[in-house]
C-alpha cells in the first residue's frame, strides 16, 4: 500500500520538479541576454571613442571611422601630454579630489559620531538644520558673495570648502554609527577610555566600510566638480581637468591644447577623444578598489536610525 501511494506522490511531483528547472533555466537564459545586451550597449560608445583617439590621420580620411582600424597611432595622446596643459589640469584634479575628500572625511565623522549619540543635548536641533540644508540652500549669488569676501575666488579651497560636508552623507554616516553595538562603547567607557579613544581605536576601525564608501562618494563629486570651477576660478593654470576637457570638446580651436601647426597633426576628433580617454583612466584605475565597499557600506548604514 505504502508503494503505491509513493508511486502516485512520484509520478506528481518529478514533472513539477521538471518543469521548475527547466522555467529557471529559461529564466537564466533571458536574464544574462539581456545583461549582455545592456554591456554591449554601455561598451559601444566607449570603444568608439577609444578607436578615434588612436586612428591614424590618412585611415580617418578613408574610412571616416571604423570601429577595427588596422593602424594605431598614439599622436593624438602625444600631442596633448607634450603640451602639458591637460597634464596640469589633471594634476589640480587630483589635488582638489585627494584633499577635499580627506577633509570632507573627517568634517563629516567629527560632526556624524557626535549626532549618533542619544545623550547629546543639541543632537536634535543639530539635525534640523542639517535636514533643512537637504531642502533648502542659499542660492548662487549668496554663495558666491561668501566665496568672494573670504578671498577665496582663485584658489583651490572655494572648490572644497562650500562643499566640505553633504547633508545625505552625513546622514548614512550617521545612522551607521547608531548601528554600532552599544555594548562595545560601554565597556570601553568602563575601562576609562575618553570620547576621542572610543571614536579612534574602536568605532573608526569598525567603519571602514562605510567610510570607503563616503569617501567614494565625496572623491566622484570633486573630479566631476565643473560648474563651482567655472564660477570662482579665472586662473587658466588653476582650472580642474573638467573645464579644460569641456573646453576641449566645445573649442573649435586646440591650439591652446595641442600644435595643430604641425604636419602629422592628428585629426581634431582625436584629439577630443584622446582628451575623454585621459580623463577617464585615473577613474578606472581607482574605482575598483573601492567598488567592494559601495553595497556593503550603503546597506550597513540604512540597517539602523
Known amino acids: 500500500m505504502a508503494t503505491q501511494w509513493q508511486e502516485r506522490i512520484d509520478s506528481i511531483v518529478k514533472p513539477v520538479r521538471v518543469k521548475r528547472v527547466r522555467d529557471g533555466r529559461f529564466w537564466d537564459i533571458g536574464v544574462w541576454t539581456v545583461l549582455a545586451l545592456v554591456t554591449l550597449v554601455t561598451l559601444a560608445p566607449l570603444w568608439y571613442v577609444l578607436v578615434i583617439s588612436v586612428t591614424p590621420t590618412d585611415l580617418w580620411a578613408r574610412t571616416n571611422g571604423s570601429l577595427f582600424p588596422t593602424n594605431i597611432t598614439f599622436a593624438a595622446y602625444q600631442q596633448l601630454l ?46 534640523l538644520v542639517v535636514l533643512f540644508t537637504m531642502l533648502f540652500n542659499g542660492g548662487l549669488i549668496p554663495t558666491y558673495l561668501i566665496v568672494r569676501d573670504l578671498h577665496l575666488l582663485d584658489s583651490y579651497w572655494s572648490l572644497m570648502l562650500p562643499n566640505l560636508v553633504s547633508a545625505f552623507n552625513l546622514l548614512v554616516m550617521k545612522a551607521f554609527f547608531q548601528s554600532l553595538p552599544d555594548e562595545i562603547e560601554e565597556a570601553a567607557r568602563i575601562d576609562g577610555a575618553s570620547e576621542w579613544q572610543i571614536l579612534w581605536r574602536i568605532v573608526l576601525p569598525l567603519s571602514k566600510p562605510i567610510i570607503a564608501t563616503i569617501g567614494l562618494f565625496y572623491a566622484v563629486a570633486e573630479w566631476n566638480s565643473f560648474f563651482d570651477a567655472v564660477l570662482y576660478m579665472s586662473d587658466a593654470d588653476k582650472q580642474p581637468l573638467q573645464v579644460v576637457l569641456r573646453s576641449i570638446l566645445t573649442s573649435g580651436n586646440l591650439s591652446a591644447y595641442a600644435d595643430v601647426t604641425a604636419a602629422d597633426t592628428p585629426p581634431q576628433q582625436s584629439l577630443q577623444m584622446a582628451a575623454v580617454v585621459i580623463t577617464t583612466i585615473p577613474v578606472l584605475l581607482v574605482y575598483p578598489f573601492l567598488q567592494r565597499y559601495f553595497t556593503a557600506g550603503v546597506l550597513l548604514g540604512s540597517v539602523k536610525d
Open 82 to 127: 607634450e603640451n602639458g596643459r591637460l597634464f596640469r589640469a589633471m594634476g589640480v584634479s587630483v589635488y582638489v579630489t585627494v584633499v577635499g575628500t580627506a577633509l570632507s572625511l573627517v568634517a563629516t565623522t567629527l560632526m556624524a559620531y557626535p549626532l549618533a549619540r542619544k545623550r547629546f543635548k543639541l543632537r536634535r536641533p543639530i539635525l
